[in-house]
Every structure is written in structure tokens, then in C-alpha cells.
């Protein structure tokens, strides 16, 4: 754990620790020489497995850093501490995560859905775009930053398991293992199919969402439910339908079980669910 006033790399002053989880802390930083925050992003694992995750954490820096979209957090460097701990600097964020705005006001109204929908896709579109496919899309990576300038100003978070396609389609990551958040991934990624992971695979993880925020629950999960449950639930049942017939035709479409029965791009499913910024 950094101790506030440590110093890394003669830049980063810590300031106090913003949050913790499975192997990452966050920590509030100050640059030394200008007079702005950051977000540092630290990692904690052991050294025989450390080059694996330092060489993910540096693609996620350099995924983010590339992207260059409002709705993607912005990152500004990578490095290491003194006894080797890989870490990366992004921008420092105000505000609370999808997840905990939803468990704080339940469901939304349709135009506030909609809004916070054509936001996540036009930060997704910008990814597929550079092709990069997030894999782990969920509301605990959507973070609604108080000053965006908007209400609800979404900023994509967590590209630590992205997958990045060559030009020709062939993706550089072949990892058959399970990746992913269970109650957000598409059955694609359920099933271990990393042939089959593209741009598709986001789509249905932003349907879901966007079913959860109208009403108010996860599409395919209860708490308490264990992972075998979750990913049966994926693979073979259909989300409950919502009320409104052209919102709940393209939020089925895309929660397809099958990728080539889901909408072509992301466009597409904005345009058909009426949110969207890019069409």
C-alpha cells in the first residue's frame, strides 16, 4: 500500500487512497511539478505472476491513452514502483459509478437511460473504431462524472481485459479463459468461444445494462446467485421483456444468443433504441 506523501518517480505525490478491490488500489495523486490530480491505478500480485499482469495493465494505459474520446477515461502514464509493482496514471474522477447510482435511485426514466446509453455507445463505437473490444463492460465501469460539463456524464473505466484485433480481424489475445464479469458477459464469452468475441460481445453488455437501468435489476442475475447459475441463465434464457415494444425489440435483438443475430454495430442499436449521438 502507498502511504500518503510517497512520492513516485520524483511526479506523483500520494494523497490519500480513493478505493480498493481484488488486486488494484486507487489513489488520489498530485503532480510535483503542475498543480493538477490524478487518478494512480496500482496493482498487487505476486512476481511469479507479475509480467503477465504488468504487460495487461501497460496495454490498458496504452488502450486508454490512444482512444482519446470524452467518454473513455483518459490515461497519461505507466511505470513501476521501487519493488516492482506496476501502476498507471489516468485522469481523476468525481462523481460515483453506474452501479451505485442505480442501487441509490433504482429504475431510470426512459430519457435518462437513453442519454446514459448514447453516451457508453459512443465511447464504445470510438474503441470498436480503433478496434478494441472492452470484454467487461458492466455498471461498475460506467462512471458518471460530476463535471462533465452535463448531467450524467458518462467516462468509460476498466480496458484491463480489452481484446485488440489486428486489421485483420485475427485477435492478438487468444486466452481461452473466462474473462469477464458473469451477469454482463455475452454467451460468447460464457461458453469460452474467444473466436467468436467482437464488437457484438460489448453490444450485448450495454443491452443489459441498459435493461437494468429501465428496470431497476439485472437482466440475467439476483444477488446471492452463483456463477454455474449465472452463466446458465446467459447462455440459455432470454431477459423478461420490457414494456415498450420498439425499446424492448432492439434491446432483445441484442441480447441475441447468437452474435450474428444481433444488431451490425453499435449505430445500429442506438438508432433502432432512439439514443444515439452518432447517427
Known amino acids: 500500500m502507498l502511504q500518503p506523501g510517497q512520492v513516485l518517480k520524483e511526479t506523483y505525490c500520494v494523497e490519500k487512497l480513493l478505493g480498493s478491490g481484488g488486486m488494484a488500489e486507487v489513489y488520489l495523486v498530485v503532480h510535483t511539478r503542475l498543480p493538477r490530480p490524478y487518478a494512480l491505478k496500482l496493482l498487487h500480485i505476486e512476481s511469479a505472476v507479475r509480467h503477465d499482469f504488468a504487460e495487461r495493465l501497460r496495454r490498458e494505459a496504452e488502450i486508454l491513452a490512444k482512444l482519446r474520446n470524452p467518454h473513455v477515461v483518459d490515461a497519461f502514464d505507466w511505470d513501476y514502483t521501487p519493488d516492482g509493482q506496476p501502476y498507471f496514471v489516468m485522469e481523476y474522477l468525481e ?8 442501487q441509490r435511485t433504482g429504475p431510470l426514466t426512459i430519457p435518462v437511460a437513453l442519454n446514459i446509453c448514447a453516451q457508453i455507445g459512443e465511447g464504445l463505437q470510438a474503441a470498436h473504431d480503433a478496434g478494441v473490444v472492452h470484454r467487461d463492460l458492466k455498471p461498475a465501469n460506467i ?137
Open 95 to 102: 462523481g460515483e459509478t453506474l452501479s451505485s447510482f442505480l
Open 143 to 279: 462512471f458518471l462524472d460530476k463535471n462533465g460539463g452535463k448531467p450524467n456524464f458518462v467516462k468509460i473505466l476498466d480496458f484491463g481485459i480489452a481484446k485488440v484485433m489486428r486489421s485483420d480481424n485475427s485477435p492478438i489475445m487468444t486466452n481461452a479463459a473466462l474473462m469477464g464479469t458473469p451477469g454482463y458477459m455475452a454467451p460468447e464469452q460464457a461458453l469460452s468461444r474467444t473466436d467468436q468475441i467482437d464488437p457484438r460481445t460489448d453490444q450485448f453488455a450495454l443491452a443489459a445494462i441498459f435493461h437494468e437501468m429501465l428496470t431497476g435489476k439485472p437482466a440475467f442475475y439476483s444477488p446471492g446467485d452463483n456463477v454455474y447459475t449465472i452463466l446458465t441463465r446467459i447462455i440459455q434464457d432470454n431477459a423478461e421483456p420490457l414494456p415498450q415494444p420498439q425499446i424492448n425489440k432492439a434491446v432483445q435483438r441484442a441480447l441475441s444468443k447468437s452474435p450474428a443475430d444481433r444488431f451490425p454495430s453499435l449505430r445500429e442499436f442506438l438508432a433502432s433504441l432512439g439514443s444515439t449521438t452518432l447517427t
